[in-house]
């Protein structure tokens, strides 16, 4: 049997990590064997491909960003989550295509399109079963960022001005996208792990 793609989208401190995981435990326990990825990264060249994205502050004009993007992602694709969904794999992705059209299409003005169409070749007909948006309110997410006393990566560092374009991109991505569930992130750790389970409920065995 075909294993599964879930993808957890949301802006920065939104809780993605947390979720995926609280949803990899349940899910190993289940006999499910899952794994978990980062896009960008997940193989070698995607993680040099993310330094770049994330770490490296030279000038970087918004297509080369969305290229570099498209390029880690069609790494990952063809060397790990194809071949781990054929193994009947379930497959916990942090960030996907969603992730591009609402950073480099809405946020950095390349178009949703666009964007879309780069992505698709990227992944050759690569799609998830199930996308979930974590979503907070834009004041909670920007002290979350605050309170992680991280240092910003290159994107972050495009300003709060930016990051509320990109919340107000997945907002109406989330409602014009198919396959996407929205799950509130202000609940606490146990809460949206359960209502994400809940939205899964329909794909896991035995439903």
Do not use: N
Not at 11 to 36: A, H, M, N, Q
Not at 50 to 63: I, V
């Amino acid at each position: 049997m075909r294993g599964r793609l879930i993808v957890i989208e949301g802006t920065d401190g939104v809780g993605k990590t947390t979720l995926i995981d609280g949803l990899f435990s349940y899910l190993g326990e289940r006999g499910l064997r899952p794994l978990k990825l980062r896009d960008p990264g997940g193989t070698e060249l995607g993680e040099e491909i993310r330094t770049l994205l994330k770490e490296d502050f030279r000038p970087l004009c918004d297509r080369a960003e969305a290229l570099l993007f498209a390029a880690a992602r069609a790494q990952i694709a063809e060397e790990i989550v194809k071949p781990a969904l054929a193994e009947g794999r379930w497959v916990l992705l942090d960030r996907f295509l969603l992730s591009s059209l609402a950073y480099q299409g809405v946020g950095r003005g390349l178009g949703v399109e666009p964007v879309r169409a780069l992505s698709t070749f990227a992944l050759d007909g690569l799609a998830a079963d199930r996308t979930l948006v974590l979503r907070l309110s834009p004041a909670e997410a920007a002290r979350r960022r605050h309170v992680r006393g991280k240092l910003q990566d290159r994107i972050e560092q495009a300003g709060e001005a930016f990051m509320h374009t990109v919340e107000d991109a997945y907002r109406q991505l989330s409602a014009e996208e198919p396959g996407i569930t929205v799950v509130s992130a202000d609940g606490s750790e146990q809460t949206v792990l359960a209502d994400a389970l809940a939205a899964l409920a329909a794909l896991l065995p035995g439903a």
